[in-house]
């Protein structure tokens, strides 16, 4: 799947990421797909942040194989390869955990040159526990009819109201206590 190198194209690779792992039988609100879905989002903002180049796109490829999930971002520039360890982030910077991240949530994840073009793919595994076999299924590479479709459902849900009724409410993961997440619960009339 190919995004364009924006912070809007690495947030419609990490959307996608998630309902591709709900088709392939994780649901959204899974440990598999969230953790998944932060590796992703993680990459994608990398490939974005630090390997951007002005008029090229950044790859996606999912793959699934037996009990192994599989992601690789591809970005061109080459000038550029994250660490084999990242380093310790200052701790009063904003940024610079993005790789740690992956670290610890990823069972394996690494970088390798692209042989044919240049620049590079940043790439990640999870591995699960699954019930039954799944057979070695990859990403379909999507047409540009394909993405504008799934752009356009993506921004429909976004740009919708929300449910009359409901009451915004922000969930916490007892996990990890300083992730907060967006929900909606009843409204009562209590205050």
């Not at 550029?80 to 982030?89: D, G, Q, V, Y």
């Not at 919708?160 to 409410?169: F, S």
Request: positive net charge; aromatic residues 6%; charged residues 25%.
């Amino acid at each position: 799947m190919r995004f364009t190198s924006t912070p809007r194209g690495a947030r419609l690779a990490r959307r996608l990421v998630s309902h591709r792992l709900d088709d392939w039988g994780h649901p959204w609100t899974t440990p598999v797909n969230e953790a998944f879905t932060l590796i992703a989002a993680e990459l994608t903002a990398n490939a974005v942040r630090h390997g951007h180049v002005p008029g090229r796109d950044f790859h996606v490829r999912l793959t699934l194989t037996t009990g192994t999930f599989r992601i690789e971002v591809t970005d061109t520039r080459t000038d550029e390869l994250p660490p084999a360890t990242p380093p310790a982030p200052d701790s009063s910077s904003e940024s610079g955990r993005g790789l740690h991240l992956v670290a610890a949530l990823a069972d394996d994840w690494g970088v390798s040159r692209r042989a044919a073009a240049p620049g590079k793919t940043v790439w990640a595994e999870l591995r699960t526990r699954q019930r039954g076999c799944h057979a070695h299924r990859t990403a379909p590479d999507l047409t540009d009819v394909d993405l504008l479709a799934a752009t356009a459902s993506l921004l429909h849900s976004a740009l919708a109201p929300e449910p009359k009724g409901l009451v915004r409410q922000e969930l916490s993961d007892e996990r990890f206590p300083s992730v907060r997440r967006s929900g909606y619960e009843a409204a009562s009339g209590q205050s």
